[in-house]
């Protein structure tokens, strides 16, 4: 009987890790496809600033770009 119990007690342990693991890499996929999309709306504010500026964009541009490049 105490075989069994402690079969029963590993599988539920077993069990649990394998949730909180699935559970973790769902977490981590939607951190890497939110980062994802960062990168994308960075790149598009990127490329509407240089379509303003007539594609020489200014290297000091951190100081003086508009908010409204950035989607503020």
């Known amino acids: ?3 069994a119990q402690t079969a029963l007690a590993n599988l539920d ?4 890790t394998f949730e909180n693991v699935t559970a973790d890499a769902r ?3 939607k951190a890497e496809h939110d980062v994802a999309l960062v990168v ?7 490329g509407r ?3 303003a500026t ?15 490049f950035f989607g503020a």
């Open 1 to 3: 009987m105490a075989e």
């Open 49 to 51: 600033y240089v379509a």
């Open 13 to 16: 342990h077993w069990t649990q």
């Open 27 to 29: 977490i981590s996929e």
């Open 40 to 46: 994308k709306a960075g790149r598009e504010a990127w």
């Open 54 to 68: 007539g594609g020489e964009p200014d290297p000091d541009v951190r100081d003086r770009t508009p908010a409204a």
